[in-house]
C-alpha cells in the first residue's frame, strides 16, 4: 500500500475516482496534442503538461464560478479543467475561428470569459500583476471571489514575482499564487537559477501563509487548495502554495533535453500521478477494472469528440484581420 | 475661471471620481504626498486611501495590477511617475494591455488610463527626460493622447475612461504650470481628431504636447515676417487623425513637423511619410522636421536648449520650406 492508499477510505473514493478522470482527461487531450503536432495539424509552440497534471486537478476543483484562474503557456489543462470545452482548446491549436480564441492566441494564449479563464500567458511571471489586479478588483467591489494564478518555479526570478507577491500581501488581496515548480526553467535548474531553492519560504517572506505541497499527490494538493482557497475567500489575505512537481516531456516540442538525465526523468515517472492515484485507489479496493476501463473510456471518447471538432473547423476569413484590435462599438 | 495645467487634470480626475465610484487612481506617491507633480494634491484627504491608491515603486506589478482591475470590471487610472520609469511596465502595457483583447478572440478588453508626465525642459538630465510617447504610438492596441491645453488636460481623461480598450495619456512636464481662463463648464473633449490651433494658408506647422507653445511662438514670429503659418495640434498620436494633417496640408502645400522626440524613427517620421504617401502632389516643398538633437539629453542648461525644438529652430525651418523670410 502506499502512503496515498492509506489516505482513500470510503469517503473519499468518490473524490479520489473524479479527480482520477480530471487527470486522464488532461493527460489524454495533450497526448494527442503531441500527436496532432507531429501531423502538422498544430504549429507554432507547444508545451504539454505531461505529468504535473495533479496540480491543476487538485487546484481548480475547489473552485467557483465567480473565481478568477490566470495561467502560463502551459495552460491546455488548466484550461480543460476551469470548464473549457476540450473542442474549443483544440480548435484553437488548429486556428480556427471554432476556437476558444478564434484561433488568434493558439496554444500559449488560451482565454476565456465564460469560466474567468484570464489566459493563456507567454511572458514569465507576466500573469501575476494581472491577477493581483483581478483580486483587487473583487476586493474592492466587494465580492468574495478567489483569483488563482499558476506560475512555473522560472517566475520567482522575474521582478514581477516580487513585486505581485508584495502589493497582495501589502493590500492583503484574495488571491491564490501556485506556483508549479518542476524543477527545470525551460532548461536552468532550479539550482542553477535561485540562491535559495526553497520558494514557499521565499514566498513566506512577503508575509504571506506559504507551504510546500507534493504535486504528484493529487489528494494532498486538493486538500492543500481546499485550505488555501477557502482561507482566501475568508478574506485572509493572500496564499501560497509551492506545488513540487516534474514534467515528463520536453519543455516544447524542439527541446532536445539536454540538461537533464534519463535516470532522473525515469525516478519522476515512478511518481506519475495517475498512476499513484489509480493504485491507490485499486489497493483501497475503491477502483475496479470495470471503473478505470470506463474512466479511460470518457477521457478517450471526450478527446475523440474534441479532434473531430477541430478539424470540422474553418479558419478566419482574412478579411477579419484586424479586428479585435480595439473593441467593436455597436451598429452606428 | 483661472486654473492651470495642472489644476485642469486634477479637476478631471475629481470630476471622474465623483461620476464612476469604480474608477480610481493608483500609483506612486499619488496619495499622502499629494503628486510627484502636486496633480493629485488633496484628492487623497477627499476620496480616501482605497481610491487614490498609494503604491510601492513597482512599476510593473502597479500597472499589471490596472490591468487586470481594469479586467475585473474597475476603471482604474493608473499614474506612472514619468515616461522614464514607464519602461519598467513596458511588459505589461506591451504584452499584457496592448494584446489581450486579439489574443482573446474579442472576449477580454482593458478599459485603462494610464497618466505619466513626459519631455525634457527642467534640466533633469538623460533619465528623467525622455520623450518616448511616439514609441508607444507604434504599438497596436493602444490609444495615446498627449493633452496640450487646459481644455484638454481637463477633459482627455473622462473621454479616455469610457474607452473600452487602454489609453495613455502624456502630460509634458512643462505644461503643468501653465496659466489660462477656462470655462466654468468645461468638461470633456473628444479624443478622436486633431485640432487646429491657428489657421494660416503658407505652412502647416504640425505638433502636439509639450511643443504647441514653442510652434505658437514660432507662428507670431513668422506672421511678423509676413509668413502665415497654420498649427495643427494633433492631440491623438494614435490613432492619428490623417484626415486633418492631409486637410491642413492640402491647403497650405508646406509642412513642418515638430516633435520632441529623437528623428530617427519617431512619430515625427510617421507623420512626414503619410504626407509623402497621400499628398505627394499636394507639396510645394519637402516636408520639414524639428526634432530633438540625438543625444541622451544633457544636465547643462544651455546644451539641454540646443537640444531641444525651440521656436527660432521652427522659425528658421518653416523659412526654408516657403523659401520666404530670414
Known amino acids: ?332 | 475661471m483661472k486654473t492651470t495645467y495642472r489644476e485642469a487634470i486634477r479637476a478631471g480626475i475629481r470630476d471622474a471620481m465623483e461620476r464612476d465610484e469604480r474608477v480610481f487612481l493608483m500609483g506612486e506617491d499619488v496619495g499622502a504626498y499629494g503628486g510627484c507633480f502636486a496633480v493629485s494634491l488633496g484628492l487623497f484627504e477627499e476620496f480616501g486611501p482605497e481610491r487614490i491608491r498609494d503604491t510601492p515603486l513597482s512599476e510593473s506589478g502597479f500597472v499589471g495590477a490596472g490591468i487586470g482591475a481594469a479586467l475585473g470590471g474597475m476603471r482604474p487610472i493608473v499614474e506612472i511617475m514619468t515616461v522614464n520609469f514607464s519602461l519598467l511596465a513596458l511588459d505589461q502595457i506591451v504584452n499584457n494591455a496592448a494584446t489581450l483583447l486579439h489574443m482573446s478572440g474579442g472576449q477580454f478588453n482593458v478599459p485603462l488610463v494610464i497618466r505619466m508626465t513626459t519631455g525634457a525642459g527642467r534640466q533633469l538630465g538623460a533619465q528623467h527626460s525622455h520623450s518616448l510617447e511616439g514609441w508607444y504610438a507604434h504599438i497596436p492596441g493602444l490609444r495615446i493622447l498627449a493633452p496640450a491645453t487646459l481644455e484638454d488636460a481637463r477633459g482627455m481623461l473622462w473621454t479616455a475612461l469610457q474607452d473600452p480598450d487602454p489609453v495613455l495619456i502624456f502630460e509634458h512636464g512643462t505644461l503643468y504650470n501653465m496659466p489660462g481662463e477656462i470655462d466654468d463648464g468645461a468638461g470633456p473633449v473628444d479624443i478622436d481628431t486633431a485640432a487646429l490651433r491657428r489657421t494660416g494658408k503658407d505652412v502647416s506647422l504640425i505638433t502636439y504636447g509639450g511643443t504647441l507653445p514653442a510652434v505658437l511662438d514660432a507662428a507670431e514670429q513668422l506672421a511678423e515676417e509676413g509668413i502665415d503659418a497654420e498649427v495643427l495640434d494633433l492631440r491623438t498620436l494614435r490613432p492619428l487623425d490623417d484626415a486633418a494633417i492631409l486637410a491642413s496640408v492640402g491647403h497650405t502645400h508646406r509642412a513642418v513637423v515638430v516633435d520632441e522626440g529623437w528623428r530617427s524613427g519617431s512619430i515625427s517620421a510617421e507623420i512626414s511619410a503619410r504626407i509623402t504617401e497621400t499628398a505627394f502632389y499636394d507639396l510645394d516643398a519637402p516636408v520639414g522636421r524639428v526634432c530633438s538633437a540625438e543625444v541622451p539629453l544633457p544636465y547643462a542648461k544651455h546644451l539641454e536648449l540646443a537640444a531641444l525644438p525651440s521656436a527660432g529652430r521652427i522659425v528658421a525651418a518653416a523659412r526654408e520650406v516657403t523659401g520666404k523670410g530670414g
Open chain 1, 1 to 332: 500500500m502506499t502512503a496515498l492508499a492509506g489516505r482513500i477510505g470510503a469517503d473519499q473514493a468518490a473524490l479520489a475516482r473524479h479527480l482520477l478522470l480530471q487527470m486522464l482527461r488532461v493527460r489524454r487531450l495533450e497526448e494527442k496534442c503531441v500527436e496532432l503536432y507531429s501531423e502538422a495539424k498544430i504549429r507554432g509552440f507547444l508545451h504539454v503538461y505531461i505529468g504535473e497534471e495533479a496540480v491543476a486537478a487538485g487546484v481548480l476543483d475547489n473552485l467557483q464560478g465567480e473565481d478568477a484562474v490566470v495561467a502560463t503557456y502551459r495552460e491546455h489543462g488548466h484550461a480543460l479543467l476551469r470548464g473549457v470545452p476540450a473542442g474549443a482548446i483544440l480548435a484553437e491549436m488548429y486556428g480556427h475561428v471554432q476556437g476558444c480564441c478564434r484561433g488568434r492566441g493558439g496554444s500559449m494564449h488560451l482565454f476565456d470569459a465564460g469560466t474567468r479563464f484570464f489566459g493563456g500567458n507567454a511572458i514569465v511571471a507576466g500573469g501575476l500583476p494581472l491577477a493581483v489586479g483581478l483580486a483587487l478588483a473583487d476586493k474592492m467591489a466587494g465580492r468574495s471571489g478567489v483569483t488563482v494564478c499558476f506560475f512555473g518555479e522560472g517566475a520567482v526570478a522575474e521582478g514581477e514575482f516580487h513585486e505581485s507577491l508584495n502589493l497582495a500581501a501589502l493590500w492583503q488581496l484574495p488571491v491564490l499564487f501556485c506556483c508549479e515548480n518542476n524543477l527545470y526553467a525551460m532548461g536552468t535548474a532550479l539550482g542553477r537559477s535561485e540562491s535559495q531553492t526553497d520558494i514557499a519560504l521565499k514566498a513566506a517572506g512577503y508575509e504571506l501563509a506559504a507551504w510546500a505541497v507534493d504535486g504528484m499527490d493529487v489528494l494532498a494538493v486538493h486538500e492543500a487548495a481546499r485550505r488555501a482557497v477557502d482561507a482566501v475567500r475568508s478574506g485572509a489575505g493572500p496564499h501560497f502554495l509551492e506545488l513540487r512537481t516534474y514534467r515528463f516531456r520536453a519543455h516544447s516540442m524542439f527541446d532536445p533535453e539536454r540538461y537533464r538525465e534519463k535516470a532522473e526523468v525515469a525516478h519522476w515517472l515512478e511518481r506519475d500521478p495517475i498512476t499513484l492515484l489509480r493504485s491507490a485507489l485499486e489497493d483501497a479496493g475503491q477502483l475496479t477494472e470495470a471503473q478505470w476501463t470506463e474512466l479511460q473510456r470518457d477521457a478517450d471518447a471526450e478527446v475523440a469528440a474534441a479532434v473531430e471538432f477541430a478539424e470540422a473547423g474553418t479558419p478566419e476569413p482574412v478579411e477579419e484581420l484586424t479586428r479585435f484590435v480595439y473593441s467593436e462599438r455597436g451598429p452606428e
